[in-house]
């Protein structure tokens, strides 16, 4: 008794066929991101636009005082200062 040979099973996709729908996804994501930027960009120089009319501004943006160092700050400049003078700590 000669049983018969079985079909193979049915191959849905080819890996390939998921690279593409892949590829195909990447570029319309990648477009949809380079418009919110360039939207985002329009956005930030308008308000900085208008931002810059206002009167005082450029009074209000010089007369800010830089916050003060860190501690972590100093630090890092000390081991700065440390290893270009050859000293070397443990």
Same mark, same amino acid.
């Given at each position: 008794?000669?049983? &018969?040979?079985?079909?193979?099973? &049915?191959?849905? #996709? &080819? /890996?390939?066929?998921?690279?593409?729908? $892949? @590829?195909?996804? @990447?570029?319309? %994501?990648?477009? =949809?991101? #380079?418009?919110? +930027?360039?939207?985002?960009?329009? /956005?930030?120089? /308008?308000?900085?636009?208008?931002?810059?009319?206002? &009167?005082?501004?450029?009074?209000?943006?010089?007369? #800010?005082?830089?916050?003060? +160092?860190?501690?972590? $700050?100093? $630090?890092?400049?000390?081991?700065?200062?440390?290893?270009?003078? =050859? %000293? +070397?700590?443990?």
């Amino acid at each position: 008794p000669v049983l &018969p040979r079985p079909s193979p099973p &049915p191959n849905s #996709r &080819p /890996h390939w066929d998921y690279v593409l729908a $892949e @590829m195909q996804w @990447m570029a319309t %994501d990648f477009a =949809g991101e #380079r418009l919110w +930027k360039i939207s985002t960009a329009q /956005h930030v120089a /308008h308000w900085a636009a208008t931002a810059a009319l206002k &009167p005082n501004f450029l009074k209000s943006v010089s007369a #800010r005082k830089l916050p003060a +160092k860190s501690a972590a $700050e100093d $630090e890092s400049a000390a081991v700065a200062v440390a290893s270009t003078n =050859g %000293d +070397k700590t443990v």
